[in-house]
């Protein structure tokens, strides 16, 4: 199986990007890197996911290494609502997820 | 995005007593459905994998007596908790991917169980 590590926590300031950092150096050559945010007592929010190549959307970038073994979400102007527990997670397809154990993200005003 | 929703959003439950929580993608047709449990302060694990009209396969750890999982429509699976205990509390999140995406999983809100 994939091992995923996140560093456990980060704080960054309001309206300043944001590197968030992950390491599956296991990951399989099939298997996506998926980016999630959770708030307490909810399920899971998509935030992006990707195979290889960069990969951008509405709510943030995804960097991917050349070789994979590591990636890096950034949000390019965090807000106070972006205070959130985020994991990196790799699978996909016909099986399930295999979660890191998530970076908790504070935004400070 | 795609829409999934879980009910009962909490339970409590008396210990050798059994709980049934439902998934239910509502806008698409998931052909897999993903169930995880996550204990108070740990990440997401997952506990095992149904695909419609199949039988579930388990991860390694999680008794498939214990855990009763039922996929019977492109729409609908199921969680059934049998006789429970105090050390099965916790929140399990369903999973559902299919016609939206075949390697995006979209995530319920999540079940609460409580066992007294």
């Known amino acids: 199986d994939a091992k995923t590590t996140q560093p456990n926590s980060m704080e960054s300031n309001e309206e300043e990007p944001v590197h968030l950092p992950c390491n599956h150096s296991t990951i399989s050559g099939t298997d996506y890197i998926h980016w999630y945010r959770q708030l307490p007592s909810q399920g899971p929010e998509y935030v992006i996911h990707?195979?290889?190549s960069n990969v951008n959307n509405r709510m943030a970038s995804l960097a991917i290494a050349e070789d994979r073994k590591s990636s890096t979400l950034i949000l390019h102007r965090a807000t106070l609502r972006d205070a959130a527990v985020y994991y990196c997670a790799s699978g996909g397809g016909a099986d399930g997820l295999t979660f890191g154990k998530g970076t908790h993200l504070i935004i400070q005003p | 995005g795609a829409v999934v929703s879980q009910h009962p959003s909490w339970v409590i439950c008396k210990s050798g007593t059994s709980v049934k929580i439902e998934c239910r993608s509502l806008?698409?047709?998931?052909?897999?459905m993903f169930w995880y449990r996550q204990f108070p302060k740990q990440s997401l694990m997952l506990m095992a994998t149904?695909?419609?009209?199949?039988?579930?396969?388990?991860e390694q750890g999680v008794e498939k007596d214990k855990f009763l999982i039922n996929h019977a429509s492109l729409t609908l699976s199921t969680l059934t908790v049998t006789s429970a205990h105090p050390e099965d509390s916790s929140f399990y999140i369903c999973?559902?991917?299919?016609?939206?995406?075949?390697?995006?999983?979209?995530f319920g809100p999540g079940t609460r169980l409580t066992v007294l």
């Open positions: 149904s695909n419609e009209g199949s039988k579930a396969t388990y």
């Open positions: 999973s559902a991917s299919g016609e939206r995406g075949y390697n995006e999983q979209f």
């Open positions: 806008d698409f047709q998931a052909t897999t």
């Open positions: 990707g195979l290889t």
